[in-house]
C-alpha cells in the first residue's frame, strides 16, 4: 500500500505574475489568501474580495482614472473594464463573435456578484454569526480564491497590454461587467450562490 501523498500547496500562479510584473502592492493579500485556503476558509472570501478591489483600483490609479471610495467592487469592475480594450487594435469582429463576447463579458459580473454574497454570508470578518452557523470549507474557498486568481490575471494581463493605449471606442468594453477566463468558473460559483440562497431560504421557513 503506498502512503498517501500531501496535496501541494496552493498558489495563485496568475496574481503571482502580476506581481512580478509591477502589482507589487497586491503581494500581502495574495500571500494571505494561500494560507488561508486550507486554514480559515472564512478569512479567503474576505480576503478575496479584498484582493479584486486593491487590483481595480490598483489597474485605475495607474490609468489616472478617479474611483469613489464608496463603489462596491461591480461597480469598481465595471469601471476598470471601462479603461481597457478587450479585443485587439484594428481586428474585424463579426456579429456572431461579438455576440459570444457578450455573453461572455456578461459572466464575470455573475462571478463578481457570487464572490460578494459568498464573502457577505461566510467571511470571516464580515458580519457577527450566530451559535448554530456553519462555515463553508476549503473546497469552497479553493473555489474563490481559484476565481478571483483567474480574474486578476487577465485584468492585469488587458492592463499591461502594450496595443491598449487608450479605451477602446467599442461598446464591448461598456456596459457588461467583465470577462470570463474561465468560463467552468461561472457555473461553479453561480451553483454555490444558489444553493447559499436556498440554505438562508430553509432557515427562514423554519424559523
Not at 497590454?161 to 467583465?178: M, Y
Request: charged share 20%.
Amino acid at each position: 500500500m503506498t502512503a498517501a501523498t500531501a496535496s501541494p500547496p496552493f498558489l495563485m500562479h496568475g496574481a503571482r505574475e502580476a506581481i512580478e510584473a509591477g502589482a507589487t502592492h497586491i503581494e500581502q493579500q495574495v500571500v494571505a489568501i494561500e494560507q488561508a485556503v486550507s486554514t480559515n476558509p472564512g478569512l479567503a472570501f474576505d480576503l478575496a474580495k479584498t484582493l479584486l478591489e486593491s487590483t481595480c483600483r490598483g489597474i485605475l490609479a495607474e490609468r489616472k482614472a478617479a474611483w469613489d471610495d464608496a463603489w462596491d467592487l461591480p461597480k469598481l469592475l465595471k469601471e476598470t473594464l471601462g479603461h481597457l480594450r478587450l479585443v485587439p487594435a484594428g481586428l474585424a469582429v463579426s456579429k456572431e463573435a461579438s455576440d459570444s463576447l457578450r455573453k461572455t463579458v456578461g459572466g464575470l459580473q455573475t462571478v463578481i456578484q457570487g464572490i460578494c454574497e459568498i464573502r457577505n454570508s461566510h467571511g470571516f470578518a464580515s458580519h457577527g454569526k450566530d451559535p448554530e452557523f456553519q462555515q463553508l470549507g476549503g473546497v469552497q474557498a479553493l473555489l474563490v480564491a481559484r476565481a478571483s486568481d483567474a480574474i486578476v490575471s487577465f485584468l492585469f494581463r488587458m492592463h499591461r497590454d502594450p496595443e491598449d493605449v487608450k479605451p477602446a471606442p467599442d461598446p464591448l468594453v461598456f456596459g457588461f461587467g467583465a470577462v470570463v477566463p474561465e468560463p467552468s468558473l461561472l457555473a461553479l460559483v453561480s451553483c454555490l450562490v444558489l444553493l447559499l440562497r436556498r440554505r438562508r431560504l430553509l432557515v427562514q421557513q423554519m424559523i
